[in-house]
């Protein structure tokens, strides 16, 4: 199915659609003739997939009901020297690799001792969120997502995965702190979206 002018035909017939009112009927538990989805890939299987299909036309029959839209944090410092990116809470990733991988976790010990834990203030990103309204305002006709930006998921970015997973065994009153200070950033992330007149906040993608 392809939407060329941004609108469907109701299950009931003869009204039209925007794809942000399916993704609403949908979410409400109302029959459409669409099926409403968002799709997107990593920049490396989109370039397969063009070469795949001999050309980009393919990318044009994407109808995506959801669109994301950037959220008021910014993980990321000023670039380093490809292929290395160290994150605001210290952590050192390779970003040739896909899924991206920690080179240096920000704490090698389960412990705070010596670290300074980053506040909301220092993950907020002006230009991200001013992007975000702007993508909102663009895609008025789909169902609008803003990507919070930091959420519970993150709490292995100070440690590793590895690290992080023993820590919730081993050192459960740190691991309980760790979860207790990215708490209040996400709550501190979701207070900072309430300006931007998006349909939903989405905290991760698992």
């Not at 203030?121 to 992007?131: G, N, R, T, W, Y």
């Amino acid at each position: 199915l392809n939407v060329t002018d941004g609108a469907r035909e109701s299950a009931n017939g003869g009204t039209r659609m925007k794809p942000r009112d399916i993704v609403l009927d949908q979410i409400n538990h109302r029959e459409t003739n669409a099926v409403p989805y968002t799709l997107a890939f990593e920049s490396e299987v989109s370039d397969r997939l063009d070469t795949h299909y001999g050309d980009s036309a393919w990318r044009e029959r994407i109808d995506n009901y959801i669109s994301h839209c950037p959220g008021p944090v910014g993980l990321i410092r000023e670039p380093e020297p490809a292929p290395r990116v160290t994150d605001k809470f210290g952590t050192v990733w390779r970003t040739d690799r896909l899924p991206p991988a920690v080179v240096e976790p920000a704490i090698h010990t389960p412990s705070f001792d010596g670290y300074e834990f980053p506040s909301f203030e220092k993950l907020f990103d002006p230009q991200s969120k001013a992007d975000g309204i702007r993508s909102i305002e663009e895609a008025a006709d789909s169902f609008t997502v803003i990507m919070a930006g930091i959420c519970l998921w993150q709490s292995w970015y100070l440690r590793g995965f590895e690290s992080t997973l023993s820590d919730c065994i081993l050192e459960e009153e740190f691991y309980a702190e760790v979860l207790d200070r990215y708490t209040d950033l996400t709550l501190s992330s979701i207070a900072e979206c309430k300006d931007m007149s998006a349909d939903a906040i989405m905290m991760g993608d698992d």
